[in-house]
């Protein structure tokens, strides 16, 4: 019986040997595996970034150079130039393209200017993309009462059918004009009178 356990424990610990001896096996067989894996990751990382950095500084390198030939051939003052005459083709468009008659509209605006008032100058101006015309008023200094006159002249013009109820004053402002007061108000009119 002692021999049997004897020859247990032999054989016991010889298995214990023998698979000890495969986990290593196995273990360097793991450890190559995983080296060349991550030299692998390793190298195409490194050429990817590379390939990236060059391209990069070839995009770098074309930008500067047509940035040059923009410079050389002027193209950014005809860009601004294209834009200018963008925005006056779509005024003219919406100006035509417009039912309301504004030439109209603005000559009933100058017979009902009050005493002591004149234009200064128009402006269009688009709000939620309608087209409205801001008129700038001057209060010339012989006349005190400019601000009461505006708010009746605003009142009238709200009575009349070419104007509506959206006239309203944008802005008042008082000025000094060859040592005289003088003041200033800009009055806008909505696209559409009253129907």
């Given at each position: 019986?002692?021999?049997?356990?004897?020859?247990?424990?032999?054989?016991?610990?010889?298995?214990?040997?023998?698979?000890?001896?495969?986990?290593?096996?196995?273990?360097?067989?793991?450890?190559?595996?995983?080296?060349?894996?991550?030299?692998?990751?390793?190298?195409?990382?490194?050429t990817i970034y590379g390939g990236i950095s060059r391209s990069k500084k070839e995009l770098a390198g074309l930008e500067s150079a047509l940035a040059l030939k923009r410079d050389q051939f002027g193209l950014n003052d005809m860009e601004k130039e294209w834009?200018?005459?963008?925005?006056?083709?779509?005024?003219?468009?919406?100006?035509?393209?417009?039912?309301?008659?504004?030439?109209?509209?603005?000559?009933?605006?100058?017979?009902?200017?009050?005493?002591?008032?004149?234009?200064?100058?128009?402006?269009?101006?688009?709000?939620?993309?309608?087209?409205?015309?801001?008129?700038?008023?001057?209060?010339?200094?012989?006349?005190?009462?400019?601000?009461?006159?505006?708010?009746?002249?605003?009142?009238?013009?709200?009575?009349?059918?070419?104007?509506?109820?959206?006239?309203?004053?944008?802005?008042?402002?008082?000025?000094?004009?060859?040592?005289?007061?003088?003041?200033?108000?800009?009055?806008?009119?909505?696209?559409?009178?009253?129907?």
């Amino acid at each position: 019986m002692e021999k049997n356990l004897e020859l247990n424990l032999i054989r016991s610990r010889l298995n214990f040997i023998e698979t000890r001896r495969l986990y290593a096996r196995y273990s360097r067989i793991i450890y190559f595996v995983a080296l060349i894996t991550f030299t692998l990751i390793s190298f195409k990382f490194i050429t990817i970034y590379g390939g990236i950095s060059r391209s990069k500084k070839e995009l770098a390198g074309l930008e500067s150079a047509l940035a040059l030939k923009r410079d050389q051939f002027g193209l950014n003052d005809m860009e601004k130039e294209w834009r200018a005459y963008c925005v006056k083709l779509k005024i003219v468009d919406s100006m035509v393209s417009a039912r309301s008659e504004w030439s109209a509209r603005l000559k009933e605006f100058a017979n009902l200017l009050p005493p002591g008032m004149c234009i200064q100058r128009v402006e269009v101006a688009y709000e939620e993309g309608k087209k409205n015309f801001n008129v700038v008023v001057l209060s010339l200094p012989n006349e005190q009462k400019g601000f009461r006159d505006v708010e009746g002249f605003i009142a009238t013009l709200e009575f009349n059918p070419l104007f509506g109820k959206g006239v309203k004053l944008e802005s008042h402002e008082r000025r000094q004009m060859n040592g005289k007061d003088i003041e200033i108000f800009k009055i806008s009119l909505p696209q559409e009178g009253i129907k």
